[in-house]
């Protein structure tokens, strides 16, 4: 069944920056709101829209919490009751810990919105002190964009592995779940062609997964304007999920839709004049990205 469709509200704040939520009805009992928590964002992930942007400012708890007020408030009618939230939207929300973690804690609260914890889901690209930091002190669930399974890739294409690197971040994750029950973190993998979906990208994989409980989407890639990347074909999807699951993983495949399913965070926004700047293409994939 085709799923319905995403909406897309876009916020004026008070200084006149703009900020987008997308509410995403997933079934008839799921429908989920992916609030934003930055305007722009800092990050400069290669593949992402939001991130072209650069960092204009932090949202405030009241900005993030809004939103979902907002969505429940005005669209519940349409679309049923918002069931979960993602923090996918605009920005890296670790960047801005604070407020999330405020944000969070009132959309769980139960004289704020009450959403279950586990219904509550932050995404991060990888900040290891914010997101041990989290770990410890918020019960919210945690999504975590992975993206490549070497740190050539992961440099390029997502430039805080540079700071914090794939053993570092995997490492970290293995040492803090040990302390939480029943906790699986979220691995996102958005699938470029020919960058990050080998048969030898799914075995390291599922090498750098072990030991971390975990659930793994992988996603369909979006390609937006001015985008070098391509999307993973599907039946080339498939085969790689077929091998991660063959392995004893957690798989899923997802489309790209803006919500926990897309999970990965950022595909929104509007790139100004002044743009962040594209990096070095490393040179077993110029070719590739260039024909
Ligand atoms: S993918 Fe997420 S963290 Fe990376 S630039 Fe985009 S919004 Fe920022």
């Not at 069931?83 to 801005?96: D, K, S």
């Not at 803090?176 to 996102?188: D, H, I, T």
């Not at 993998?189 to 075995?203: C, F, H, P, Q, R």
Request: glycine residues 6%; proline residues 4%.
């Amino acid at each position: 069944m085709e799923p319905e469709r995403i909406l897309q509200i876009l916020f004026t704040l008070e200084d006149g920056l703009v900020i987008e939520t997308v509410v995403i009805p997933c079934n008839r009992d799921r429908t989920t709101v992916c609030v934003s928590s930055q305007v722009g964002c800092a990050m400069n992930c290669q593949f992402c829209y939001t991130g072209r942007m650069g960092l204009r400012r932090n949202l405030t708890a009241g900005e993030i919490v809004e939103q979902a007020v907002f969505a429940r408030r005005l669209l519940s009618a349409e679309v049923g009751s918002i069931t979960n939230v993602v923090f996918m939207g605009m920005g890296e929300p670790l960047h801005n810990i604070e407020n999330v973690m405020k944000a969070a804690d009132i959309m769980v609260h139960e004289q704020g919105l009450h959403f279950s914890p586990r219904k509550v889901t932050v995404s991060t690209s990888g900040l290891v002190p914010q997101l041990r930091r989290f770990l410890n002190e918020c019960n919210c669930a945690l999504a975590v964009s992975l993206n490549a399974t070497t740190n050539e890739v992961r440099n390029w294409i997502m430039p805080i592995n540079r700071k914090y690197n794939l053993g570092l971040l995997l490492e970290t994750l293995r040492q803090e779940l040990r302390f939480k029950r029943n906790y699986k973190v979220l691995f996102e993998y958005v699938m470029l062609a020919g960058i990050n979906d080998s048969t030898e990208d799914a075995k390291r994989l599922i090498e750098l997964v072990k030991g971390i409980p975990c659930k793994i989407n992988l996603i369909s890639f979006n390609p937006h304007s001015g985008s070098q990347f391509r999307s993973t074909p599907d039946a080339k999807m498939i085969e790689f999920r077929n091998i991660l699951a063959e392995a004893g993983c957690i798989v899923f495949l997802r489309p790209s839709r803006g919500d926990d399913q897309m999970a990965a965070c950022g595909q929104l926004g509007k790139p100004g004049e002044t743009q962040a700047p594209l990096f070095r293409i490393p040179a077993q994939f110029q070719t590739l990205l260039e024909t």
